[in-house]
Nanobody, 126 residues
Framework: QVQLVESGGGLVQAGGSLRLSCAAS????????MGWFRQAPGKEREFVAR????????YYADSVKGRFTIAKDNAGNTVYLQMNSLKPEDTAVYYC???????????????????WGQGTQVTVSS
């Protein structure tokens, strides 16, 4: 049973930084794609970033490109989302997700993913 556990959320001022972590367990993730999504109150869940576990290929939403970085730690089965230059509009619950596949594709839709974490709250104050 795949389990994803997010951590690292919190309250930060605009312009600040946070690093989210997603600890993955229950499978061999070498052929998975790992993604981060977020959902703000009253809005639909949206794609943030993704990384393929084997090749490390990354892809970002335009809204976070240049500010956020997704990375992985193979040894620890952990995926990170480094968030810099945070803005109030980044406020949301952030979810880690895992997809069984890593072929060339954007992997930017919620339906692409098979497993989800419970989410961690990120609040950016102005």
């Amino acid at each position: 049973q795949v389990q994803l556990v997010e951590s690292g959320g919190g309250l930060v001022q605009a312009g600040g930084s946070l690093r989210l972590s997603c600890a993955a367990s229950g499978s061999t993730f070498s052929s998975y794609t790992m993604g981060w999504f977020r959902q703000a109150p009253g809005k639909e869940r949206e794609f943030v970033a993704r990384i393929t576990w084997s090749g490390g290929s990354t892809y970002y939403a335009d809204s976070v490109k240049g500010r956020f970085t997704i990375a992985k730690d193979n040894a620890g089965n952990t995926v990170y989302l480094q968030m810099n230059s945070l803005k109030p509009e980044d406020t949301a619950v952030y979810y880690c997700a895992a997809a069984r596949g890593d072929y060339y594709y954007t992997w930017s839709k919620s339906d692409d993913y098979d497993y989800w974490g419970q989410g961690t709250q990120v609040t950016v104050s102005s």
